[in-house]
């Protein structure tokens, strides 16, 4: 009864906007007191599916020595699979732990299927703000391919706009070498949103270098593209001119050569005249017959 009642409480915190993971956290806890057990260490294995790929080790350094001054305040939350328990809130708690060299620690242990798994780690990295952008980016990739979620479903289990996850996912379409500079903060992903403006890989290189180099504001960088982007929209405009111009050239000689006189062809935008031009009453009806 216990077990059904905590999957139930799991289940109306994921399905809503999340509050902030203390908050979900302590929820869980509240859902049944006689749920924090100790597990042993050895029986614990971190999430397959933890979207933070990165751990801050002088901070996993400084949470082991506040652990061992007043101990594990609050526990980590891990779910069974085959005799052993997977954590799906709580690894640097859980890495702290076996730093100070502690054979077991305090664990909330619920129901949660792969999809709440994942959605958790997610919600309480997020709020935590401890996932850089491309973690963040490939998580919600994660969640999307493997349960088939579409992007606005996704952002209402995490309490987000759809457009922020659609931002986020498309920084993996940026090369390699540019998503390490957003997880490295060579750069940022307002930096990153004006670079994916221009679709070409070698101008998006172009631009990431020179935001590095130069060490261009987002506005200084939006104002470049800015600018290629009118110069190349002016030199397609004279192009087209150019070429309507030897257009109407061409057409003006056939019709001279054709009526044995001016002819001149006067084109603004998709309208215009022709002008015939005699020079005498014979000269007239000479030209009239023709066009007949």
Do not use: W
């Not at 969640?143 to 979620?149: A, D, E, G, Q, T």
């Not at 890989?201 to 960088?221: D, H, N």
């Not at 470049?224 to 111009?245: D, F, H």
């Amino acid at each position: 009864m216990t077990k059904k009642a905590l999957g139930k409480g799991l289940g109306a915190i994921i399905s809503t906007s999340p509050t902030p993971s203390d908050d979900m956290e302590k929820a869980l806890i509240g859902v049944s007191k006689n749920n924090v057990i100790e597990l042993a260490l050895d029986r614990i294995i971190p999430n397959p599916d933890q979207p933070r790929t990165y751990f801050d080790e002088t901070e996993i350094h400084g949470l082991a020595e506040s652990i061992k001054s007043v101990g594990l305040i609050q526990p980590i939350i891990a779910r069974e699979r085959d005799g052993l328990y997977i954590i799906v809130a709580g690894e640097r708690r859980y890495r702290a732990c076996k730093l100070n060299g502690m054979k077991t620690i305090k664990a909330i242990v619920i129901e949660a299927d792969d999809e709440q798994n994942l959605t958790m780690a997610l919600i309480e990295n997020i709020q935590r703000e401890s996932l850089n952008p491309i973690e963040e980016a490939k998580a919600y990739r994660v969640l999307i391919n493997r349960f088939k979620l579409k992007q606005q479903d996704l952002a209402r289990k995490i309490g987000k706009e759809r457009t922020t996850i659609t931002n986020s996912l498309r920084l993996l379409n940026l090369p390699e070498e540019i998503q390490e500079a957003i997880i490295d903060k060579k750069i940022s992903p307002g930096h990153a949103k004006v670079i994916l403006s221009v679709d070409e890989p070698g101008k998006q290189f172009f631009l990431y270098k020179e935001v590095i180099e130069k060490e261009l504001s987002v506005r200084a960088l939006e104002n470049i593209v800015n600018n290629v982007k009118e110069k190349k929209e002016s030199l397609s405009s004279q192009k087209k001119t150019v070429l309507k111009t030897a257009q109407i050239k061409k057409m003006e000689e056939e019709l001279i050569a054709r009526l044995g006189t001016k002819v001149e062809i006067k084109h603004t935008g998709s309208k215009g005249r022709i002008e015939i031009s005699y020079y005498s009453l014979d000269d007239f009806e000479r030209i009239v017959e023709k066009i007949k």
